[in-house]
């Protein structure tokens, strides 16, 4: 389909919108040159439509060398030509964030915390935008601590929520606290666990994910440089969170939410559980098993695209 | 002075209690084996007190690259022997912070947002403690956005407020917040704009840092992928920012701040601003300019270190 300018008429203008990502800000249009300054990319500078305009998937996770190696792992699995040792840094320019692409696959890294993918957020939404991008979908590959799960379970995230169980995202604008709802697509959800049904060696559920702002105390830790609790007092909000339905706990789902969902963009977060955290704080888990852990959540969402693209699985 | 153990007696002992880092966790010295996840260190498989019992000074920025490129321009600055390209990566077993140590000076990266460099502090903490250190200065070297300076001023942080310019960092602990104090210390601010005016090329003031978890909304950019306030409502929380004292905005003061107060350690936070809000919300400096004014906090930090340990400036 050819692609239709955003100022024509009629339904098809009506369906154009529906499939685009939706910028809220008036004042974007009126900026002669917008630099996405933690990508090192611009408007002026590069020509983000040739681009990225065929973006069709966006996968996003913490770790650098993780969200390289997604990139050369679904390169692989779409068949793509060249080599995948060959994929460029596309924000080399920076070392803020990491960007790789792999046919219509977007790889990139965000960090650790809400405020870390946050920036990236705001960059991506805005990248996609101008270079027209439609129908994306995008995912947030993570690493979590489980709830009552063993470890190595990918939790699909049916809603994230804030340290009370509440699936809302508080953000300050001006000085002042909004409340924005953190609902992901049921859809891409309900899709993502028919995928790991399809799949050996991939148990998956979908439960509540708990977004915290720190590591140590606000998740109950109690091998932390600060610890205020007793070890009876953390099972008790452990188990409060399970009884709220919770099953893993991580750092950046709720903004990941209410941005995605306030910009039209179908999104879901899928994170492998490291530890149970009723049985324990640190991660003691040997190293080449966290490793095999950690690619649970590429190969399910690598499995859910190829799907999507017809490519046999 | 020979290393006091902790169960001695005396007034030796009260003086040592007071120049060694504070873990406020009475769970880790019942632990077996402490595992500092996000440095991939710990007390088993390092002997931490041989690595880095004679760190004085820590400085911390969010860019990997930038704190490289310190520990090399202190590594000469101290005429430490070796090159300081040898400087290898202590942390390399983990892409999610960098660490490099050139003599006394431990110098980490801590990405950006508050989350992460809380995780990284609550790990740095307990390695300090582990490695029995005792009387050092932690400083963070950052970029910011200036609130009425000159692009390229320094801003020594008086106090850490948040987005309604209070000097106070909200913990969630179990669910629960609980208030704690950013006041950073005075005797080291004052020292470090002292040195400022040693130094050419160094513009210095001492002001409050507004620290916020967003960069786009939170700081009242007008040039994010959302914005729902005008030109004016961004004008007007700014100036009432520059009345409340605040100098500068960036992302990790608060905890950064508040977390050294709990712990005993002095610190200080000393960020270049690379804009000044008022006029604008891009960065559009030239990459060059840029780069030289992120070196300001660094000079101005090795001149403090190397007052400190009595090297001619």
Known sequence: MAPILLN??????K???EHTVHVKNPYLETMEEDILYHFSLGTKTHNLPEMFGDVKFVCVGGSTNRMKAFA???HGEMNLPGSSEDLRDICEGTDRYCMYKAGTVLSISHGMGVPSISIM???????????????VVLFRLGTSGGVGLAPGT???????VDY????QFEQVVLGKVITRSTELDEGVCQELLQCSSELRNLPAV?????????????????????CTFSHEEKLEYLQKAYEAGVRNIEMESTVFAAMCRVCGIKAAVVCVTLLDRFKGDQITTPHDVLLE????????????????LGIPV
């Open 154 to 160: 990918v939790v699909v995230t049916e809603k994230a």
């Open 206 to 226: 979908i439960g509540n994910t708990m977004c915290t702002h720190d590591f140590y105390e606000g998740q109950g830790r109690l091998d932390g440089a600060l």
């Open 8 to 13: 024509c008429m009629g339904s098809d203008h």
């Open 164 to 167: 009370s169980f509440r699936p």
């Open 15 to 17: 369906e154009y919108i």
């Open 293 to 308: 852990y950690q690619q649970r959540p590429q190969v399910l969402v690598a499995h859910f695209i190829k799907k999507r």
């Open 121 to 135: 957020l705001h960059e991506l939404i805005k990248l996609l935008h101008h270079a027209k991008c439609r129908d």
């Open 72 to 74: 050369q792992f679904i």
